[in-house]
Structures are given as structure tokens and as C-alpha cells.
């Protein structure tokens, strides 16, 4: 406990001393809202084809939420641990008695703090100054929140493990942020994809768990099947995660 | 003998078709500094990491501290301390935390700011390890192996990245903690290092302990022995055979070497006094751990 603890609050304060990670996984997102809200705005699309019936930003904030942790799971933690890998930083806490687990939720705690703050700049901007309303059911967003958090981090785990080096990590983490950002319905609204796009994209983890972010946010109720959907993914996920772990 | 505290028997790690670790037998006493001296590539990193759990060997039986590093490799990082090749610390982390994070990981409460400046690092408390010259990384990886007061710790080339100055320094504080109870286990290619400061030292050649002993026991082993070395312009030295312990004097022009064993420099010394030779240059050199690898494995360390 105390190991975890002291290893978190160190892996906080690296992480506030890295600018560009932080960029990266905290404001690129908020970016990317800014620009939306210009273009959109929160009127919903007249004929209610488009974003799901709802204000462009209603739909987009809670989505955006998870493109914020997608960005934690898929580039921030691969190359963090990829790195550590590398620089013989794993080698040296592993030597030490750190173990496995220890590690491992000290990395959960990170990236769920990291998600919080994400998301709470996302909500701010979102409906202080761009006139989203306010979630139908928090604790339904909530619960999908969390569940998307761990699924997230048992994906960058798992990557982190499998990607040989920092250059794989950072070429496969960027490229799946960007194919999930673009078709998961977290930028372009879902329904104006294609069909064969949408098929696609339904591989893909962030889909689900913007489905699940959304659809209490904007009062169609909890989704269980997206929420199951999540859950599985990030079950297998963090068995893979935790059997492929390498220390070096 | 007392019970070894590290004891290794036919330690063996193969890669793949290469044997990084042949057959690998030796004895580590409680409070001794023991060295594996060899060339890279002898195989001496890879046993030590065997030992530490790091690595799974494929054969031979390991106990330290009682411990098989195989099935108990918790418990025993616990009790040890590491200072490893090729490890290191994230650009950002400064030098306080992380001798309070590692300090956090000992299984009692250590007060690692003792530490910190018995090792000359409180004056760099602050700066991070990214900014920190190799010989400032190295002595605060050392003072990282000795934060939880391990019962044994393992150095492996730690004086690499250090000036003459830091390494004589590292070596009087090497000796400190053994003089507190400590077992220390040190890897090294450096000859000096090896024969200054280790206790005993098995030296390691492809994958295998060639021999063991004290440095001065391996040293005097050495048949070549002492070599007396001045020059003169006197022509007859024949009075020089008969000095006890002289075996063969050469001169070549006025440089004159006389090879001999034991307390050789004295006698030849006094003879040549007594002869009204006094040359300023006189000056010996023994036989080096250099020439005892050279002899044992028959070809030379930087080979």
C-alpha cells in the first residue's frame, strides 16, 4: 500500500513536470472541442438525422471525455511504459521488490486522475461557455466513466507490453488514436459515416465506450450493452495486459 | 568455515546456442567484499543477475541468505540491495525522491538522508537525474542499492563513469558499509578496483571461475614473479646472482632488470648500496592480476 501510494504521488509529480505529455493527453482534446464548438455550435441538426437528435455539443462533450482517456490509454501509457522499459527505469524498481500489481494500479491511479481532469476541462468548456446541457443521468455517465478509465488503461498496458520499443508505441499509439477520433462518432457524427466505415469502427473500443458515455448524457439511459461490451474488452484486456507484462 | 551466505554450484544460462554462463561454482562469506573479476562477456553480469532473481538460470543451485532466489525472489529483493548495468531513473525525477520513493520499498522505516549525504549527494538533492553527470548517476544508483540496508548488495561495474578521485572515494565508502556488517558483491573488469578492494575474488573467463583466492593470494601464486628494475653503468653486476631470492639479471645497455621473488627489492637494494650503486631510478613491479589472468586463461583480459 504504502509502495503504491508513494509510487503514484512520484508518477504524478514526473507526469506535471512533462509538458509535451501533458499537452498531448489533457489539452489536445480540449483543442479539438474549441474547434467543434466554432463550427457547430449546440443547435441540434433540424431534420434530427445527425448527432443523435441532440445539440452538437451534447453529443460531443461526453464523447470527448473518452477520446480524453483514449488518448491516456493509446499514447500516453504505451510510451510511458515502453520508455521505462528502454531506460532500464522498470529494471531498477523490479529489482527493488516492486511487484507487478504495484506498478500496475500506480499507473491506473495516474491515468485516472489524469482522466478526471481531462474530463472535468472538457465539461467546463463544454457547458460553461458553449451551452451543453447538463447530464441526464451523472451517475450513469459516471459508471461509464470509470468503466471506460479501466478499459483504457488495461489497452495501454497491454500495448505498452506487447510494442517492442518507444518508436512502435508512439507509431501505433497515434495511429489508433486517430482512426478511433475520426470514426468513433468523438468527431464526425457517427450517422454521416459510411457504412462500411461504421462497420469498421464498431472494432474499435472507443466506439462503445462513447456510445456508453453518451447515451446517459443525453437521456437515452445507462447502455448496458455498451457497458458490456466495455467490460469484456477490458477484461481481456488486462488478462493479456498482465500475462504479457515485461519488466525488460 | 562459517556457512556461506551466498553459495552458488553449477550455475549455467545459455541464450539461445550461446553459453553466457558454463558451469559456475563459488562461496560468498558473511561481511567479505567478493569480486568477479573478467573481460566483458565472461559472464559475470548475467550469474549476478541469476542470483538476484532477475534471471532464470537453467541450472545449478543458487541460496542466498538461505533464499532460492527461484521460488522466493520476493522475499529475497527485499533483503538485497542492486545497483545493475543498464538501469536507470526517469529524466524528471529528482535526486531526494528517489531515495524517498526507494526508501519507501524497504521493508523498515531508513533514513535514506543520511545516505544522501554520506554519498555527496545533498548538494544535488534537487536536480533532476536527467541532469546529472554519469558519475552523479552512478554514486546515486550506488546509494539506491544501499537504501534499504540490504544484508547483501550487488554492484555491478560501479565505478564505471567516475574519475580517479570519485573511484578511490566510492571504494573507501565500499569499505564502510562492509565494515557495518554488510556482504558485498562486486562485478568488475578493472584490475585496480578488484585489487584494492575485494576481500576474496574469483576471476571469471568464459563462463567459468578460473580461480579463487584473496587478491594478494592469486598475485603471489604467480611464478613470474618480482622484477627489480634500475639503471647502471657499472659493468660487473655478477655479484647480483648471488643475492638470495635473484634468479636472472638482464641488462640491456645500462638498463639492468633482475627478476627475483619474495623481499627481492631489499636485498638487491642493500647489495647495490654496499656496492656504491645508488641509482634514482630503482624501482620494481610485481606481478598484476593482469598477468595472473593472462597466465590462467592464456590470453589477456582486453582480448
Known sequence: ?248 | MPKPIISVEHLRKTYGHVVAVDDLSFQVQEGEIFGLLGPNGAGKTTSVECIQALRHPDGGEVRVLGLDPRTQSGELRRLIGSQLQQSALPDRMRVWEALDLFAAFAPRKVDWRALMSAWGLDTLAGRAFGNLSGGQRQRLLIALALVNQPKVVFLDEMTTGLDPAARRATWDLIREVRDRGCTIVLVTHFMEEAERLCDRLAIVDRGRIVATDTPQGLISAEPAGVRVLFSATVKDLDFLKKVDQVGQVRREGDRVEVEGSGPVLALVATELVKHGIVPNDLRVERPTLEDVFLRLTGHSMRD
Open chain 1, 1 to 248: 500500500m504504502r509502495q503504491l501510494a508513494k509510487l503514484t504521488w512520484v508518477e504524478i509529480k514526473l507526469f506535471a513536470r512533462d509538458p509535451l505529455t501533458m499537452v498531448f493527453s489533457l489539452a489536445f482534446p480540449v483543442f479539438v472541442l474549441i474547434i467543434m464548438a466554432g463550427v457547430f455550435g449546440n443547435t441540434p441538426d433540424p431534420e434530427g438525422k445527425v448527432w443523435a437528435g441532440v445539440g452538437p455539443m451534447d453529443y460531443l462533450v461526453p464523447g470527448f471525455c473518452g477520446l480524453s482517456i483514449a488518448a491516456i490509454g493509446f499514447i500516453a501509457l504505451p510510451i510511458h511504459l515502453a520508455l521505462y522499459r528502454e531506460r532500464g527505469v522498470l529494471r531498477r524498481l523490479r529489482s527493488s521488490s516492486v511487484s507487478q500489481l504495484a506498478l500496475l494500479l500506480s499507473q491506473l491511479c495516474v491515468s485516472a486522475l489524469l482522466a478526471v481532469i481531462g474530463a472535468a476541462a472538457i465539461v467546463i468548456l463544454g457547458m460553461a461557455f458553449n451551452g451543453a446541457h447538463a447530464p441526464v443521468s451523472p451517475a450513469g455517465f459516471a459508471a461509464a466513466f470509470v468503466m471506460t478509465v479501466v478499459c483504457f488503461v488495461a489497452l495501454g498496458v497491454l500495448l505498452g507490453a506487447v510494442l517492442p520499443n518507444v518508436q512502435a508505441a508512439q507509431a501505433a499509439g497515434l495511429a489508433l488514436f486517430f482512426v478511433s477520433e475520426m470514426t468513433s462518432g468523438v468527431g464526425p457524427p457517427r450517422e454521416v459515416l459510411p457504412e462500411a466505415m461504421q462497420q469498421f469502427a464498431r472494432g474499435l473500443p472507443l466506439t462503445h465506450a462513447a456510445v456508453a458515455l453518451q447515451d446517459p448524457w443525453i437521456g437515452r439511459g445507462v447502455n448496458f450493452t455498451e457497458l458490456a461490451i466495455v467490460a469484456g474488452i477490458t477484461v481481456a484486456a488486462a488478462v493479456l495486459a498482465f500475462r504479457f507484462f515485461r519488466w525488460e
